[in-house]
Each structure stands twice: as structure tokens, then as C-alpha cells.
């Protein structure tokens, strides 16, 4: 009994003292988020009337003074979800949603790019017109009166625990808060004398990725994930209940189902709606930037975003570029990589010759040989009737086939995917231009219902040929592959 008595003691003293512990460190840590967020409390009370005390003493509980998965991997320090109005991406953790079989499910969360985007929002949040009726009232409020505002913030439904303004209202008197509802901002950088630092110091421990890997996120309301480094299409659909052909589908950037991703890639969940649901209406390309980029950022369907720009499957937009991402068909096409110059110089075209006046050594100066000498007195070069003038014959050759045109010499004009005529070689165009240079392979995202037989109605080539370009032994078409028709 005694050595039960001195046991219970013991452990009762170890408990006293680990809290006598956690205490200080505790306190420093909040304190540290207050001093790190006070000057932009203060900030936003001026410019919206939310009490300085009220913004930090929510964002202290919301985000446990910064240390919570949802404030250091997603900006979120008030826990505020995505709602119908949020087109950013989203976080998703289990909150208090249920489904309709009253089941517990992760609610989605709104992902900010810094913690000041959110301590804005926050407020942007209260002040929304459609949420009058609930926060309404608050701004009638005098800002020193804090304890109004809590039950008020309670009443308007921002938080389901009941205990909610007693838990706000403590913080803020522990920490003294209530003296930021009193100072102006100016007074409160002088106090300072320098700008805070909002982000949280960097440790393993508090990475703070905008996007997080292998959690289901959404953007234009549709959901994905994150992939890691060398992640297949078919190890998520595992996870995710869905079936490898159904996210082939929903992802047209993506070549196929054991293709090992980059990390960062996104893997839609879903199919992607016709437009962007949010406010912007053209996306300014950036240098690199492709249409299979564009609908990936957004969010949109692929077919939609090339029929909304008048565009071809292929084409793609020049750098700087607008093009439209909502909304009915743009007027005019916008301007086209194709349609930008050349920016490498095309070489003159160079004149047979055949001992020249002044070429006294009787050397030919021509980089190509003359094809048939005239045997006057005038040394002329013979040009074939099909060679545009004063451009030099292509002789680089393979198994003495010309390498112009080589799949198709009878047609060496030919024309490309989307029914433009090529000009005959020699005559100056890049790619089959003045240098003899061989035509680059051209392909072609495999989209649903392409078939063999149409791709090669559309490219002007045969079932075979294309099985041949492409080592295919039947004639299936694999949805989101590429297929070479050139």
C-alpha cells in the first residue's frame, strides 16, 4: 500500500512538473505569433473596423498559434473552407461535414499563397455582402468592445463549439491583446522601428508546400492530386477508387498509365467543365506555355479551351498571348507561335558555277555540282524543271533517296495536320526551307473517339502508314496518347 502511495505521488509530481514545463514554451510560441502578425491586425482594423484582437486571437486558436497542419501547409490560419465562392485551390481534412448517410468527411479548406493573402481574406470574409445577415451586426459594434464581437462571431455561426467566445475572450486577456484595438498603425511600426517577418522561420518540422502531395485538392471545382516523384496514373487511380482508363481520360497531359510523374504533376479526379468559373477571362501566355499547360492550370477542358480560341489541336499560342479562358468564342485567333518570324537568319541561296571569268584555276567555286554543263562558250547550269531557280539541289541523301519529302516523294508539297499546303521543298519555308533540312515529326493527342481511320482521313496519310510511324500492331488508339502522323 505504501509503495502504491509513494507510486501515485510520483507520477502525480512528474505530471505537475511536465505542465509546469509545457507552460513557458507555450506562452513563448504564442507570443511569437503575435509579435510576427500584431502590425498586420492592426492594419487591417484600420482599413476594415475588425478589432486587431479579435483578428489574432482568431487566428491563434483557428491555427493553434500557427504550429496546425492547415496553417503551415496551407496558409489557413482562421479555418475558413472553400464555400461556392472559392475558385483557389483547396486543402482537405476532416472538420465536422458529414455526408448523407451522417458519415464524418473531409472538408475542403481554402489554400492561401501567404499568411497575409489570408489574414485579408479573413476579413473579406466577414465583409461579404452575402453574409450580412450573419456578420452584419458585428461592425456595428464599437472595436474595444471584444467580448461582443466573440459572441457575435459565435451567433453568426463562424464556429460550432459553444465554447467558443469564452476560449477567444480568455486569449486575448491572457495575451493582452485588447491593446492592439487601441493603438494606430503608425504608432505601432514606430514602436517596432522595422517591418516584421509574416513567414514562419524555415524547419524541417514546418515546410509550408501550397500544394500538398497525395491529398485531394481541387481548383475550378474540380478535384486532384498532387503526385509525387515517380508516381504512375495507375498507383493514384489505386488509392483514389477510380479506374486507370477513367483518369487517362480526365488527364490528356498525361501519356500514359505507367508513366513514371514529376513531382508537383496534377491528376485530375474528374472531368474538367468547358470554362474557367472564376473572374479572369484571357490568361497572358509565358514563355514555354502550351494550351495542354493552359487547361491544366485552369482546370478546363482541353477540346472547349481550342474551340473557344479557334484553334486546331496542335496550334499553340505565341508568348504573350491572350487567350481566352471563359466565356463564348474569341473574335479573332490569337497570335500563334507559327506566325512568329524566324528569328535565325535564312541563308542566300547560292549560284552554280563552272569556271567563272576570274576563276583561273578552273576549280568549279559552287557548293553544289552543277547537274549538266552547257558546252558553249557561256558556262551555264542547267536547272530541273521542277527545282525553284538559283536554290541549290538537296543532296543529302540515304540509300540514295533524297531526304525531302522522303516518306512521300511523289507529293513533295504534302500538307500539314490541319490541311494547310506546304510549299514544295527548296522554296524557302522553315522546316523544308533553302537548307534542304528534313520536316520535324508532327503528332497528335489521341482525344475520344479518335480511330485510326480518321486520323488518317484528317493528316491526309493511310491506316498503315501511321501503324508503321508508330510501330503499332493494331489499329487501337489509346485516349490521351500521342500518335505520330508525320
Not at 195 to 211: C, G, I, N, R, Y
Not at 326 to 342: F, M, V
Not at 434 to 440: D, P, R
Request: proline share 7%; charged share 25%.
Amino acid at each position: 500500500m505504501i509503495f502504491l502511495k509513494n507510486s501515485l505521488l510520483i507520477c502525480l509530481s512528474l505530471l505537475v512538473y511536465g505542465c509546469a514545463q509545457a507552460q513557458p514554451k507555450d506562452m513563448e510560441e504564442k507570443m511569437a505569433y503575435v509579435e510576427r502578425y500584431r502590425l498586420l491586425a492592426v492594419e487591417e482594423m484600420e482599413r476594415t473596423g475588425i478589432p486587431a484582437s479579435i483578428k489574432l486571437g482568431q487566428g491563434l486558436l483557428e491555427s493553434r498559434w500557427g504550429t496546425s497542419d492547415l496553417s503551415r501547409l496551407a496558409n489557413n490560419h482562421f479555418g475558413i473552407k472553400c464555400g461556392k465562392d472559392w475558385n483557389g485551390e483547396g486543402y482537405y481534412k476532416e472538420d465536422d461535414d458529414l455526408n448523407d448517410k451522417g458519415e464524418l468527411i473531409k472538408s475542403c479548406f481554402r489554400v492561401y499563397g501567404s499568411a497575409e493573402q489570408c489574414y485579408r481574406d479573413h476579413s473579406a470574409f466577414l465583409m461579404n455582402p452575402a453574409k450580412k445577415e450573419r456578420y452584419g451586426p458585428l461592425f456595428e459594434l464599437k472595436r474595444t468592445d471584444y467580448k461582443a464581437w466573440a459572441e457575435g462571431l459565435k451567433k453568426g455561426g463562424y464556429a460550432t463549439d459553444p465554447g467558443y467566445p469564452s476560449k477567444l475572450v480568455k486569449l486575448i486577456e491572457d495575451l493582452g491583446l485588447h491593446r492592439y484595438d487601441e493603438i494606430t498603425y503608425q504608432d505601432l511600426l514606430s514602436e517596432l522601428g522595422t517591418l516584421p517577418t509574416l513567414t514562419q522561420p524555415d524547419s524541417p518540422e514546418k515546410a509550408k508546400p501550397v500544394l500538398v502531395v497525395g491529398v485531394p485538392q481541387s481548383t475550378n471545382d474540380v478535384k486532384f492530386i498532387v503526385a509525387g516523384a515517380g508516381q504512375t496514373v495507375k498507383d493514384i487511380a489505386s488509392k483514389q477508387y477510380v479506374s486507370p482508363k477513367s483518369l487517362m481520360h480526365y488527364n490528356p497531359h498525361i501519356s500514359g498509365a505507367d508513366e513514371a510523374l514529376k513531382a508537383g504533376t496534377r491528376v485530375f479526379l474528374q472531368s474538367k467543365p468547358k470554362a474557367w468559373r472564376g473572374q479572369e477571362t484571357y490568361h497572358k501566355v509565358r514563355k514555354g506555355e502550351g494550351m495542354v499547360d493552359i487547361s491544366v492550370l485552369y482546370a478546363i477542358d482541353l477540346d472547349k479551351l481550342y474551340i473557344r480560341n479557334k484553334m486546331s489541336h496542335g496550334q499553340e499560342p505565341a508568348e504573350n498571348a491572350e487567350v481566352k479562358i471563359r466565356g463564348g468564342k474569341i473574335k479573332k485567333q490569337p497570335k500563334l507561335k507559327s506566325d512568329q518570324p524566324d528569328k535565325k537568319p535564312t541563308p542566300m541561296p547560292t549560284v552554280p558555277k563552272t569556271n567563272a571569268p576570274g576563276n583561273t584555276n578552273g576549280t568549279n567555286t559552287s557548293t553544289v555540282p552543277p547537274a549538266t554543263t552547257s558546252t558553249s562558250n557561256e558556262s551555264k547550269t542547267k536547272v530541273p524543271a521542277n527545282q525553284a531557280p538559283l536554290n541549290p539541289v538537296n543532296t543529302s541523301t540515304t540509300g540514295g533517296t533524297s531526304s525531302v519529302n522522303k516518306a512521300n516523294p511523289a507529293n513533295p508539297g504534302g500538307s500539314d495536320p490541319f490541311g494547310k499546303s506546304n510549299p514544295a521543298p527548296n522554296s524557302g519555308t522553315p522546316g523544308t526551307g533553302a537548307t534542304g533540312s528534313v520536316v520535324a515529326p508532327q503528332y497528335h493527342l489521341v482525344m475520344e473517339g479518335d480511330t485510326l481511320e480518321s486520323l488518317a482521313q484528317k493528316f491526309k496519310t493511310s491506316i498503315d502508314g501511321l501503324k508503321k510511324l508508330n510501330n503499332l500492331n493494331t489499329e487501337e488508339c489509346k485516349v490521351g496518347s500521342r500518335i505520330r502522323v508525320k
